[in-house]
């Protein structure tokens, strides 16, 4: 069984001044195949996802959000509150875990592989629209 390692990541009630400054001009990052958790300020009463094949949202609580890279692309996250106000709407961008990964080029053919500790095949979720071999 693998488990997702999940990061914490704080939002505010203000819509794009809700995530720390840092992440703020980028979105949410998410690595494929791993998830991240979102905290708001106040309950959330709607939650949506632009692309949900890119990205799952799952609602733990009115407080609490978790999304999950699903494939890998750029989504966003908007949140509404119980007055129907938007609390949060940020992108959401899904990539490859840059550590670890090995890509293998055999002619037409590429593959993915994950190397941690040992290199095996990157099966999780599919493809990132290339050939996984």
Do not use: H, W
Not at 95 to 114: A, C, F, N
């Amino acid at each position: 069984m693998r488990l997702a390692l999940l990061t914490t990541l704080s939002i505010s009630g203000a819509l794009a001044t809700g995530i720390v400054a840092a992440q703020a001009a980028e979105g949410i990052s998410i690595d494929k195949g791993n998830a991240r958790i979102v905290k708001l300020v106040e309950p959330a009463e709607t939650v949506i996802v632009g692309e949900p094949t890119v990205a799952d949202v799952t609602v733990k609580d009115s407080r609490t959000l978790v999304l999950t890279g699903r494939t890998y692309g750029s989504t966003n996250l908007v949140v509404f509150n119980a007055a129907g106000e938007p609390i949060v709407d940020q992108p959401v961008i899904v990539s490859r875990q840059g550590k670890g990964s090995v890509r293998l080029y055999r002619r037409d053919d590429v593959e993915m592989m994950t190397c941690l500790p040992v290199c095996e095949k990157d099966t999780i979720g599919g493809t990132d629209g290339e050939n996984d071999g």
